[in-house]
């Protein structure tokens, strides 16, 4: 089957504690992007990456990391730094790279994190 | 950017087709329209896009007015699964790539 997945689907963790939130693509996209929703808002964009170790920061960084070392796997890294991470983390993958015509952006199943 | 304006909800009966406005009326003449929706708990989903003509595939139709300010989304036959948040998003092109900008949607009942 292809598509993205996200693991794990619910993510609980002490407060002060970094966590890793997996994303995984099997589409081939090149670009892969990382966004958070809190209750009744729309998305914001945390990261987002075009190629293979390179990404670029969003609306809403600070108190997150991500890296890309591989084309399929786009991980993201909640710090302690993050005041509110309590949300749900949706990340997404499309094909193309840069601005040229139309590029679907495909989103996984989602992670929610609770910090208690 | 181009920023959207969309009812905060809207109701439908089963088996009606549902229309979801949208307004976007400081769009540019390369931005695209996105209808994205999103069912509780879930990612969202992508439905539709165009630029200027109007469009139709197995979900949905999207129709644009002529000065491209506003469009609507059609689901022509709307089920009790069809309820869910529908964003509607014009996308924004930057050097480093393509964001989607989403704001609050619109939250659509169907109801039986």
């Known amino acids: 089957d292809g598509g993205i997945t996200q693991s794990p689907k619910y993510l609980f963790r002490k407060e002060g504690q970094n966590v890793t939130l997996s994303c995984e693509q099997n589409?081939?996209?090149?670009?892969m992007y990382w966004y958070r929703q809190d209750p009744g808002q729309g998305l914001r964009l945390i990261y987002y990456s075009q190629i293979v170790n390179d990404f670029q920061k969003g609306d809403i960084a600070e108190g997150y990391s991500v890296s890309r070392e591989k084309k399929e796997s786009f991980p993201l890294t909640v710090t302690s730094a993050q005041k509110n991470p309590t949300a749900f983390y949706l990340c997404?993958?499309?094909?193309?790279?840069?601005?040229?015509?139309?590029?679907?952006?495909?989103f996984g199943p989602g992670t929610r994190l609770t910090v208690l | 950017d181009a920023k959207t304006t969309q009812p905060p909800s809207m109701d439908c009966a089963e088996g009606r087709a549902a229309n979801l406005p949208c307004n976007h009326s400081t769009i540019s003449g390369n931005e695209y329209v996105y209808w994205y929706r999103q069912i509780h708990s879930q990612g969202p989903q992508y439905i539709i896009h165009?630029?200027?003509n109007n469009e139709t595939n197995e979900m949905a139709s999207l129709i644009i007015t002529e000065d491209r300010k506003s469009s609507t989304l059609i689901l022509p036959h709307a089920t009790l699964r069809d309820t869910a948040v529908y964003y509607c998003i014009v996308r924004v092109v930057t050097r480093a790539g393509n964001m989607l900008t989403f704001g609050g949607g619109t939250r659509l009942m169907v109801k039986p």
């Open positions: 165009g630029l200027k």
């Open positions: 589409l081939n996209h090149d670009a």
């Open positions: 997404a993958s499309s094909t193309r790279r840069l601005a040229a015509g139309t590029d679907t952006q495909y």
